[in-house]
């Protein structure tokens, strides 16, 4: 039905920059937000950022001023641009959109992208 496929992530040192990509593809009618979240090792996964298709981006207070979500409706894709990123941020990060498909009304499904790892060193 729908696939999510992320790219980015990799080693960066601490105070570097990255950036993750995640390009959504299928039956898809509307899209109602895409976000990303992130799970470090022995943590629960945690939310990061949140593009909604009506308003304003909104941050987790961790990164906020340092992380930037943005979306291209066009590709259905939504990236993260991470600067000033600290060893703390490392982790998988999941990409999650929730949307509606073709012929199903109005009913929202979530979807996860395969994760992509970032690790900062110190």
């Known amino acids: 039905q729908v696939q999510l496929v992320e790219s980015g992530g990799g080693l960066v040192q601490s105070g570097g920059s990255q950036r993750l990509s995640c390009a959504a593809s299928?039956?898809?009618?509307?899209?109602?937000?895409m976000d990303w979240y992130r799970q470090a090792p022995g943590k629960q996964r945690e939310w990061v950022a949140a593009?909604?298709?009506?308003?304003?981006?909104t941050y987790a207070d961790s990164v906020k001023g340092r992380f930037t979500i943005s979306r291209d409706n066009a590709k259905n894709s939504v990236y993260l641009q991470m600067n000033s990123l600290k060893p703390e941020d490392t982790a998988i990060y999941y990409c999650?959109?929730?949307?509606?498909?073709?012929?199903?009304?109005?009913?929202?499904?979530?979807?996860w992208g395969q994760g992509t790892q970032v690790t900062v060193s110190s």
């Open positions: 999650h959109v929730q949307l509606i498909l073709m012929n199903e009304g109005s009913r929202s499904r979530d979807f």
């Open positions: 299928g039956s898809i009618f509307h899209i109602n937000v």
């Open positions: 593009a909604f298709t009506t308003g304003g981006p």
